[in-house]
């Protein structure tokens, strides 16, 4: 079932790395140290606990893919923080063939990407479902740029999308993610949702706390292990975690 766009399997590190931050965040070390970050053709997911470095990664990546680092598409070109990726400056990718679209989707600064989709001549918002991102709610507008603007044989980048979306909300993105998977797409997402992370034959990489970033099976993935053990028995949990 599973396929992909295989865009892109391997993206190489170019040492030496600089002595400074972001080289220094043990997930980085750990790149460098392998010489490299290795994507699944279809679905990568990067897990790992809050400032364990995804969304570092994620921004590099879609520099180095070609994307614009505040969210959006290669063609788009706001900024609103006169920030950069030093990462990306020591990283290559390794592209098998090029895709035909992308998007690097961020919750963060999603509402920036909305502005200057808005605000292009014309209006721009055919391909995002016609109606302006601002009047729809957040999950909405997340969903419609999945539904109207994703499409197949393209390369997207998704930093935690769960945080606009409901569990229904979630499970339609997940749909979305194996339609387009199968229409020779290719995902990386930074995720802390169990529900994301079930979709069949996608490669978790957790970053464990000394930086390991290693391939894990859905059962073994920490949001799912924590988020389970929280629901068979929320009141022991609970007991424990609010005691004095
Ligand atoms: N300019 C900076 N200088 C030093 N440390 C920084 C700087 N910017 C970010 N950091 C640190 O880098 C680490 C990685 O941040 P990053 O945003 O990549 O984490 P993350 O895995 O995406 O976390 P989350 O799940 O909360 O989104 C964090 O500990 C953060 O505090
Ligand atoms: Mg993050």
Redesign the pocket.
């Known amino acids: 079932m599973a396929s992909g766009g295989g865009f892109v399997t391997w993206v190489r590190t170019e040492p030496p790395p600089p002595d400074e ?2 080289f220094t ?1 043990p997930v980085v070390r750990e790149v460098f140290a392998r010489g490299g970050i290795g994507l699944d053709p279809g679905v990568t997911f990067l897990v ?11 921004e590099a990546l879609a520099v180095v893919f070609g994307m614009n680092l505040e969210g959006g598409s290669r063609n788009f070109r706001f900024s609103t923080r006169p920030e950069r990726s030093a990462l990306a400056d020591h990283l290559v990718a390794c592209w098998k063939r090029r895709p035909r679209t992308d998007f690097f989707l961020r919750a963060e600064s999603f509402y920036n990407a909305a502005t200057y989709v808005e605000e292009l001549p014309g209006g721009g918002l055919g391909p995002y479902g016609g109606r302006s991102l601002h009047e729809r709610s957040h999950g909405e507008s997340f969903l419609d740029v999945a539904l109207h603007r994703f499409g197949p044989d393209g390369l997207y980048l998704l ?2 999308p769960e945080a606009a979306l409901s569990v229904r909300g979630c499970l339609a993105l997940l749909r979305r993610v194996a339609d387009l998977r199968a229409r020779r797409c290719q995902f990386v997402v ?1 995720t ?1 949702s169990p529900i994301l992370l079930a979709l069949p034959g996608a490669l978790i990489l957790q ?1 464990d706390e000394d930086g390991a970033l290693t391939p894990t099976g859905y059962d073994e993935a920490e949001p799912v292990r924590l988020t389970r053990g929280f629901l068979a028995e929320p009141d022991r949990l609970l007991r424990e975690l609010l005691a004095d």
């Not at 790992?48 to 969304?55: L, M, P, R």
């Open positions: 931050h972001p965040l790992g606990d809050n400032g364990s470095g995804k969304s570092t990664l994620l930093d935690e930074a802390h970053i």
